[in-house]
């Protein structure tokens, strides 16, 4: 059995150019050409075309898609590989879905999260080259030598000290106190000891790392969630304490 070229690219989601660039490139030869001038292509080639397919989903370029394929010549040990790698993803991605439907639960009922909720199926090294960037490779691999050696139980409570400190600086907003005030700077100081648990804060530090909760807007809704303008006191109030005691 074999299907044309319009056939396979309508099946496949994709288009009939596509699938001539990959022939051009010698990825996708089709089984025969007609004598119309169209390609077809049987059974064998639409195994093929799924594994490039695949491929691209994880990342890969054309031309690495081509070396694994010419280094993989056994079609079953490939797809073996492959359905392994899936199944992987759809673990990971179920405990994601998992996840956010706890967190919108919980959230619309005014409950605590715990950090271990929030974050299943997600990998904070996916930010290695983020904060490596920002504060340095020695900055990540400390953090992130710390953050394993912690036991559930402390990951918990660490978390839960940071929310508790985000909360008040929200009442804090929404009293309108000042950055400057006693009652904030107050709460800043227990923000500089719960970052000091990883690090040792510098004034530079601890000044763009209040700038980055009003930028990131990761970080602003998390903080904006307990009030509006919570972020912007945060990052007041951190470069203050910065400007006094740094």
Known sequence: MEWSIQEIAKKAGTTSRTLRHYGERGLLEPSRIG???YRYYDQA???RLQRILLLRELGL??????EVLAGQRDTSAALRTHLALLEQERERIGRQIASVRTTLDKTEKGEELMAEEVFDGFDHTRYEEEVSERW???AYEKGDRWWRSLTDAQKKAFMA????IARDFGQAARDGLAADSEEVQAITRRQIAWLSTTTTPSKEYVIGLGQMYVDDPRFTVNYDKHGEGTALLVRDAMRVYAERNL
């Not at 370029?61 to 081509?66: E, F, K, R, V």
């Not at 000290?161 to 508790?164: I, K, L, T, Y």
């Open 161 to 164: 000290e940071q929310a508790g």
């Open 61 to 66: 370029s054309l031309p690495a898609i081509a």
């Open 136 to 138: 340095g490779r020695d």
């Open 45 to 47: 080639a639409l195994v």
């Open 35 to 37: 004598a119309n001038g």
